[in-house]
């Protein structure tokens, strides 16, 4: 087991409440089922914390908490940068916890990058957890007071298996850290394609048919060349990964169902 999980695994045996905080624009990707099953099996409860509702429409972060509901589970919306929905969070973690305790001790556990040290901050009302829009940044458990009767404990952000490409995706993985960061790019490209091409034309100036004839505008148009003025698609690939990761190209997928 990485250390992160032995921290969280640790982290959730000594707490009343997890929440499992998700990307909204993404959370069947960015969802742990490793994570919610160690939290079961420790008899904790769970609440599913979508967070980043700033960057899709309400009726979207609506949606997506009936999708958890429907299936048993607890769960809210909210965005922690622009502190909104935070009401509804005070209330899930006051209803998910035993009645009869005094001091509520809650683990903040999600994937890389998905928000929980900005969670931490906004529930504390001012700023204690260090944040960052690299993925990685928290590397310890760290107990903080929240309220008279309530504790938050920050975790490092837990990796699940899959390739590195997927990783990136979920914003759990620097696109510096992956060797041929095209391959990832041209797949949300792809996706967001086949979904909503306006997004990429808005935001980047560039039209094309496919994700590698577009990276390679892009590379052109942003003037990074190589030698012989062969375009630097990797470094184009970059540039979209990063804007996907920090929530400025503005992409988001809906539950299958209603
Ligand atoms: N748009 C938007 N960005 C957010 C929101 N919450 C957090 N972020 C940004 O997402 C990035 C990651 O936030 P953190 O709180 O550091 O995430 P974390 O889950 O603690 O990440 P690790 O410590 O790496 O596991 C930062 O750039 C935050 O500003 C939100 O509600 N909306
Ligand atoms: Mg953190």
Known sequence: MSSEWAIVRRVIKGADVVLEVLDV???LGTRSRALELMASRMGKPVVVVLNKSDLVPREVAEKWVKYFRR??????????????GTRFLWKAIRDAADRGKEVVVVAVTGMPNVG???????LRGRHGAGTSPIPGFTKHAT???AATWLRVIDTPGVIPRGSREDLALRGA???EALEDPVVAAARLIGEIMGE???ILEEKYGVRADDPYLF??????RRGL???GGVARVDEAARIVLRDWQAGRLVFYRRPREG
């Open 196 to 198: 909503a091409p306006s």
């Open 116 to 122: 929980k040290s900005t969670i931490i901050n906004v």
């Open 225 to 227: 060349l190589g030698k």
């Open 71 to 84: 299936r048993g589970m607890r769960a809210v919306y909210i965005s922690a940068a622009k502190r909104m």
């Open 25 to 27: 624009r993404d959370p």
């Open 173 to 175: 993985l620097r696109p």
């Open 215 to 220: 990276l390679e505008a892009l590379a052109k």
């Open 143 to 145: 107990r903080m007071r």
